[in-house]
């Protein structure tokens, strides 16, 4: 069964920095080069939104217009995982952050609390 876990979220002030790391379980590394890995975002009484997502082989990348220049998703296949690096973070980028691997279907993983306050 492929799981995917995210870690990394926390509490930050304005202008701070985390990066989010998302592991895969259940799968070998050949596999997971075939899986096009997102990360998505819910805040409280929002819809989910798309934040990044990160082709295969790491060629191609694409973010929300809300955090260009300020997230960068990363992936490193041969240890299954897949990173967001947030830089300055803002009272809006707070949200339940999901990571998101799709090869015929959607796994997603069960989520990790970023919240942004001072």
């Known amino acids: 069964q492929v799981h995917f876990v995210e870690s990394g979220g926390g509490l930050v002030q304005p202008g701070g920095s985390l990066r989010l790391s998302c592991a895969g379980s259940?799968?070998?590394?050949?596999?997971?080069?075939?899986?096009?890995m997102s990360w998505y975002r819910q805040a409280p009484g929002k819809e989910r939104e798309l934040v990044a997502v990160?082709?295969?082989?790491?060629?191609?990348?694409n973010y929300a217009d809300s955090v260009k220049g300020r997230f960068t998703i990363s992936r490193d296949n041969a240890k299954k995982t897949v990173s967001l690096q947030m830089n300055s973070l803002k009272p809006e980028d707070t949200a339940v952050y999901y990571c998101?691997?799709?090869?015929?279907?959607?796994?997603w993983g069960q989520g990790t609390q970023v919240t942004v306050s001072s």
């Open positions: 259940g799968i070998t590394f050949n596999a997971f080069t075939r899986y096009d």
């Open positions: 990160i082709t295969t082989a790491g060629t191609s990348t």
């Open positions: 998101k691997g799709t090869y015929y279907r959607d796994y």
